[in-house]
């Protein structure tokens, strides 16, 4: 069994054919499925699409690359509805410093921000790094406080020393289907990530519909796919797809509560 700890099933293509991908993803072993937000807008849908599907759980937050509409009276609302059922994280959140242009300053603010609601809140957190590991760690460390803050470093682009320091945090770390293309030098630095990271610290996710595993390259991703990636991640840690599933699936349950 897999729990996709990181689908964005909000799209109206996908939640369009929804019942057909929730029956996909059964099918190939699938149980839960973690539906992070990126806006406050999307945190509204996501806590009501939901509600309609068993397998479905959410996470409410405001993405860094999201903010061009940001308001802070966003912030309190997204404390209020990290309150409704099926809720059990605040994410997706973090920095990025890829598409330009971004506002430094503002991004460190909203992730701050929300890393003392997910405290508050007793929730654990859905993290996104693009060319921003300095600063996240940085910020991470200061909020951490002696293990109040819990969480996932999603699609994880830092290095071995960082992972490293995230474990010893009781973070989880996870890799979307990149882990499954052809070998480049950012893929040997994950391999070496998989292989010196415990399982009982690694998360398994699609990032749907985002980063398809090999065979589905060019495809819209989606959460049946992950076994793909389960596969290669059990390769790289010389064990079954099922151990790594199950153990994979108990850490899922552990950091959120499912
Ligand atoms: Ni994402």
């Known amino acids: 069994m897999f729990i996709d700890t990181h689908a964005h099933l909000n799209y109206p293509d996908i939640v369009k054919n929804i019942d057909d991908v929730l029956l996909r993803a059964s099918d190939s072993g ?3 499925i973690i539906v992070p937000a990126t806006t406050y807008k999307t945190s509204i849908e996501i806590v009501e699409l939901v509600q309609k599907h ?3 759980y959410a996470a409410v937050g405001i993405h860094p690359t999201e903010l061009k509409d940001f308001d802070e009276s966003h912030l309190p609302k997204i404390e209020e509805l990290a309150k409704e059922s099926k809720v059990l994280a605040i994410g997706e959140i973090g920095l990025d410093y890829y598409w330009e242009p971004y506002d430094r300053e503002l991004e460190i603010m909203v992730l701050t921000e ?4 997910a405290k ?4 654990p957190v859905i993290l996104h790094n693009r060319k921003s590991t300095d600063d996240l760690m940085k910020i991470v460390k200061e909020e951490y406080e002696g ?3 819990k969480g996932q470093f999603h699609s994880f682009s830092a290095g071995p020393a960082e992972a490293k320091e995230c474990v010893e945090m009781g973070f989880y770390i996870s890799f979307t289907g990149n882990i499954t293309y052809k070998p480049n030098e950012g893929t040997y630095i994950a391999y070496d990530i998989v292989k010196q990271t415990s399982a009982e610290h690694l998360l398994l996710e699609t990032d749907t519909p985002y980063l398809p595993p090999v065979p589905y390259r060019g495809k819209q991703n989606e959460p049946s796919y992950v076994k793909h990636t389960a596969a290669k ?4 840690k010389e064990m079954s797809v099922e151990e790594l599933g199950r153990i994979t699936t108990e850490n899922a349950r552990r950091l959120y509560c499912i």
Do not use: T
Not at 114 to 117: A, C
């Open 54 to 56: 068993k397998m479905l």
């Open 114 to 117: 929300q890393l003392r609601i």
């Open 120 to 123: 508050r809140a007793g929730l």
């Open 147 to 149: 293990g109040k803050l």
């Open 30 to 32: 699938v149980e839960s």
């Open 233 to 236: 991640i059990a390769e790289l």
